[in-house]
């Protein structure tokens, strides 16, 4: 009955440099999530997964920001050449379903520094 | 608009007191309203949710009120305790996505 995992669970990088994080969801949930939460800030969404399409990718703040999703299952958020205003914690979700009243399950998130 | 307003945002409350978080929004299609509560370090946690069509429900301690026709409901923390403090955030649900309010910080104090 593992929860979500995400990693790493911290991520310090260089102004310019690319990261990854990744997602592991809860085993069968079909839907997936990623969120930013940025210090005292309320969580940000940033795209959602049913399966492996992205039916609503409209909270990715520019085309640096990717994700993909694979075998209906881990999930890959991308950031290229990050900036220091991509510094917060990106927070990964999966759901049962994604209908409406299915619960998200949310992972400890990774926090990301660029310096 | 697809904006949850959350008030206040940070909270003091005595051991024993009532804390009361409040919600706002304005789209309709909204129809699904969770409560997270998140301790730091980790990621949220769902606390208790109701839909619309219901005024009021409880578990335990805690009672989420619903007003739809004021597009507004709140979080009730009755006999509240320290180990509830936390950050709480409201949210509604819209075409498969959480929307999240700012999130209110709480503190009881023992």
């Known amino acids: 009955g593992a929860g979500v995992s995400q990693s790493p669970s911290n991520k310090v990088t260089e102004k310019g440099k690319d990261v990854e994080l990744r997602c592991d969801p809860i085993?069968?949930?079909?839907?997936l999530y990623w969120y930013r939460q940025s210090l005292g800030q309320g969580l940000e969404f940033l795209i959602y997964?049913?399966?492996?399409?992205?039916?609503?990718k409209s909270g990715l703040p520019s085309d640096r920001f990717s994700a993909e999703r694979t075998g209906g299952s881990v999930s890959t958020l991308t950031i290229q050449r990050t900036q220091q205003e991509d510094s917060a914690v990106y927070l990964c979700?999966?759901?049962?379903?994604?209908?409406?009243?299915?619960?998200?399950?949310f992972g400890n998130g990774t926090r990301l520094t660029v310096t | 608009q697809q904006q949850v307003k959350q008030s206040p945002q940070s909270l003091i409350v005595q051991k024993g007191g009532i804390s009361i978080i409040n919600c706002a929004y304005e789209?309709?299609?909204?129809?699904?309203f969770p409560w997270y509560q998140q301790f730091p370090g980790k990621g949220p946690a769902l606390l208790i949710a109701?839909?619309?069509?219901?005024s009021e429900k409880k578990e335990g301690r805690f009672t989420i009120s619903f007003n739809k026709s004021a597009k507004q409901f709140s979080l009730h923390i009755m006999d509240s305790q320290p180990g509830d403090s936390a950050t709480y955030f409201c949210?509604?649900?819209?075409?498969?996505?959480?929307?999240f309010g700012q999130g209110t910080t709480l503190q009881v104090k023992p």
């Open positions: 789209n309709t299609a909204f129809d699904y």
């Open positions: 085993s069968g949930h079909t839907a």
């Open positions: 997964f049913q399966g492996n399409s992205a039916p609503d």
């Open positions: 979700a999966s759901s049962e379903t994604g209908m409406n009243n299915s619960p998200l399950h």
């Open positions: 109701i839909r619309p069509d219901v």
């Open positions: 949210a509604a649900r819209f075409t498969g996505k959480l929307i």
